[in-house]
């Protein structure tokens, strides 16, 4: 398919990190980002939402490591409208999402009003999910839903096991989106954690049983433990990893997203041979998406998955993925209160362009984002 750069109409706003000229990185914000500046694709996407991914956060506080090659628009994850196309699978008007791929790495990312996209990195978003929706499930959402897809894929179902499935790091974002799709397509789950303090926050996601990290952790190393789960979504690795692999069923599956607890696999091939586990690798980044929305579609009539209510705003931590991770790096963000930034032409809270709105105090930014101040009540 031949290339071509889209023609954009007008300049898109959007943060731009660019180079100070002597190795450093300089963050604001533009409204003036000619069509030149856009990068080139086949698609123009009118952002509609971006996430706060904890990698935008490195990226829009200078951190090195995720923005490579200055000058670059942040956001990893994208939801909007094709605006401009010049592929027929991929019409304007189509609702699609961006996640991976190098956007707001190596390529200009969410972070504005307008991304140009290649139409084989869009995923179409299904009927039913809102693109606010969407985007708020961004990275961890589809992580989690590609390993809801491969426990489905393999044949473990609610209805194949009387055992449960576990969650490792269950409280965290892939954790917490793996628990509220997993109890939406109706099995049993595990939530283990190191933070048996939030077990009221993991039963609302439908975990089935809170076991605590370190209790979990305190059995023998051994390669083969009591068949204690027909199957396991983990994003810790490490002993966690190896734990699970010796804790699960008769050809039961174990669906690795992660490292948080590190990346080596200290175990044996004993379960692999004597109990037929599998063990498969979830990659978001690169995903062969584009005909198949399978991770969006199994969180699209979820009620239990995480999303905002009428107002926009979350119910406790649903928007967790992204606001834990800026609040991370962010030291005047408190404990359950967090930012989303939404990036649009119109306020979706109040309807009116860029220019008449202020949602949050005076660090909020200017131009097509508006930051949405969201506070997660606990209960
Ligand atoms: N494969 C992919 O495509 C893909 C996509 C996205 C993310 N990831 C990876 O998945 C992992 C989780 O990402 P995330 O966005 O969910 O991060 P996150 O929100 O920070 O959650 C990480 C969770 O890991 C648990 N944890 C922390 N230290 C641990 C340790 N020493 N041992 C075991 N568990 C530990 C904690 O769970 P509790 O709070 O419950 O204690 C923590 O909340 C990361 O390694 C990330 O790089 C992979």
Request: glycine share 14%; with cysteine.
């Amino acid at each position: 398919m031949k290339r071509r750069r889209c023609s954009l109409a007008n300049h898109a706003s959007g943060w731009w990190i660019g180079s100070d000229g002597s190795g450093g990185l300089t963050t604001h914000f533009r409204d003036d980002i000619a069509s030149s500046q856009m990068g080139e694709g086949s698609l123009t996407i009118a952002v509609h939402y971006s996430a706060l991914n904890y990698k935008d956060a490195l990226a829009l506080t200078g951190s090195p490591g995720v923005v490579r090659k200055p000058p670059l628009i942040p956001g990893i994850d994208i939801a909007g409208v094709v605006e401009e196309s010049s592929d027929a699978e991929v019409p304007v008007g189509t609702r699609v999402v961006i996640t991976g791929y190098g956007y707001g790495e190596n390529r200009h990312g969410g972070l504005a009003t307008r991304v140009i996209a290649e139409p084989e990195h869009v995923i179409p978003v299904p009927e039913g999910l809102s693109l606010e929706h969407a985007a708020t499930l961004g990275t961890a959402g589809i992580t989690a839903g590609l390993a809801l897809t491969a426990l489905q894929n393999h044949g473990v179902t609610p209805d194949s096991s009387s055992l449960p499935i576990a969650v490792t790091g269950a409280a965290g974002g892939v954790g917490s989106l793996a628990l509220a799709l997993l109890t939406g397509a109706g099995y049993q789950t595990v939530a283990i954690t190191g933070r048996t303090d939030e077990a009221d926050y993991l039963s609302m996601l439908g975990a089935t049983d809170v076991m605590s990290r370190q209790e979990f952790l305190s059995q023998p190393s051994r390669p083969l433990l009591s068949e204690q789960f027909a199957g396991a979504i983990d994003q810790a690795g490490g002993e966690m990893l190896a734990r699970i692999i010796a804790s699960t069923t008769s050809n039961g599956i174990v669906a690795a997203c992660g490292l948080a607890g590190g990346s080596d696999l200290p175990t044996t091939v004993l379960p692999f041979i004597l109990r037929g586990v599998s063990l498969v690798g979830i990659n978001s980044v690169f995903q062969p998406l584009r005909s198949s929305p399978g991770p969006l579609e199994s969180s699209r009539h979820r009620e239990s998955a995480p999303g905002p209510d009428r107002s926009g705003h979350f119910p406790r931590r649903g928007s967790r993925d992204c606001s834990s991770s800026a609040r991370r790096t962010d030291p005047r963000s408190r404990r359950g209160e967090g930012a989303r930034l939404v990036v649009s032409e119109h306020c979706p809270e109040h309807g009116g362009n860029a220019a008449d709105h202020r949602h949050t105090g005076s660090d909020e930014p200017r131009g097509g984002v508006f930051v949405v101040g969201t506070r997660n009540p606990r209960p």
